[in-house]
């Protein structure tokens, strides 16, 4: 079989930046599958340096306007539908998480 070295670096890439969101999260390695999917996401949402557009606003013709945050970032959600009616009406309105990546309606 031929080797495509282009493909092998992006790969190598890809791994190297699942180990880096697995190490400063602080998450063991059976959370690479969430680490390597928020990686992904994020270089695709990302400036380039040399002034090109992300991978994300050419698909989609606009940029990215949400939240950009680390793989595994303590912080607080609001919770939604049933969850939010069986909260008490004293209870804090956000809840602590850790931030494992992003869910898209694209």
Same mark, same amino acid.
């Given at each position: 079989?031929?080797?495509?070295?282009?493909?092998?670096?992006?790969?190598?890439?890809?791994?190297?930046? &699942?180990?880096?969101?697995?190490?400063?999260?602080?998450?063991?390695?059976?959370?690479?599958?969430?680490?390597?999917?928020?990686?992904?996401?994020?270089?695709?949402?990302?400036?380039?340096?040399?002034?090109?557009?992300?991978?994300?606003?050419?698909?989609?013709?606009?940029?990215? &306007?949400?939240?950009?945050?680390?793989?595994?970032?303590?912080?607080?959600?609001?919770?939604?539908?049933?969850?939010?009616?069986?909260?008490?009406?004293?209870?804090?309105?956000?809840?602590?998480?850790?931030?494992?990546?992003?869910?898209?309606?694209?």
């Amino acid at each position: 079989p031929q080797a495509n070295g282009a493909i092998e670096a992006r790969v190598r890439l890809m791994k190297y930046g &699942t180990k880096s969101n697995i190490l400063q999260s602080g998450f063991g390695p059976k959370w690479y599958p969430e680490a390597r999917a928020h990686w992904v996401f994020s270089h695709n949402i990302l400036r380039i340096r040399d002034g090109r557009k992300p991978p994300y606003e050419l698909r989609f013709s606009e940029p990215f &306007t949400g939240i950009e945050l680390p793989f595994g970032a303590y912080c607080f959600f609001k919770p939604g539908g049933m969850e939010q009616k069986q909260m008490h009406p004293y209870e804090e309105n956000a809840k602590p998480a850790y931030f494992m990546g992003y869910s898209l309606k694209h």
